[in-house]
Nanobody
C-alpha cells in the first residue's frame, strides 16, 4: 500500500500563486510517475501535469507556461507550482502516483479556489 499526503491548497486571488505538495510513503514500492489531476464541480477529473521517474514532464494545454511540476525522488514527493492563477483553475486537485504492477494511488484531494 502507498499513502499520499497532499498539502498547499487554499484561496488565492487571480494572478496569484500556490504551491501544492504530495508525499508518498509505504513499503516496497517503486514510483514510475507522479502527477496532478483536478476536478471542478460537474466535470470529470482531468490531467494537469505528470512527471516520470526519469524527469520527463507533460502538461495540459491550459496550464502550459503557468504551472511547473517537479519532484524530489529521494523524498518521494511531487510539487506543483501554480503561477498566474485564473478563476478557471478552481478545482479539487488530486495527487496520483503510478507504481507499475502495483497500480496507481490517489491522494485525498486539496481545494484550490481562485477568486477576488
Amino acid at each position: 500500500q502507498v499513502q499520499l499526503v497532499e498539502s498547499g491548497g487554499g484561496l488565492v486571488q487571480p494572478g496569484g500563486s500556490l504551491r501544492l505538495s504530495c508525499a508518498a510513503s509505504g513499503s516496497s514500492f517503486r514510483i514510475y510517475s507522479m502527477g496532478w489531476y483536478r476536478q471542478a464541480p460537474g466535470t470529470q477529473r482531468k490531467l494537469v501535469a505528470v512527471i516520470t521517474s526519469g524527469g520527463a514532464t507533460n502538461y495540459a494545454d491550459s496550464v502550459k507556461g503557468r504551472f511547473t511540476i517537479s519532484s524530489a525522488n529521494v523524498k518521494n514527493t511531487v510539487y506543483l507550482q501554480m503561477n498566474t492563477l485564473k478563476p478557471e483553475d478552481t478545482a479539487v486537485y488530486y495527487c496520483n502516483v503510478f507504481c507499475g504492477p502495483k497500480g496507481d494511488y490517489w491522494g485525498q484531494g486539496t481545494q484550490v479556489t481562485v477568486s477576488s
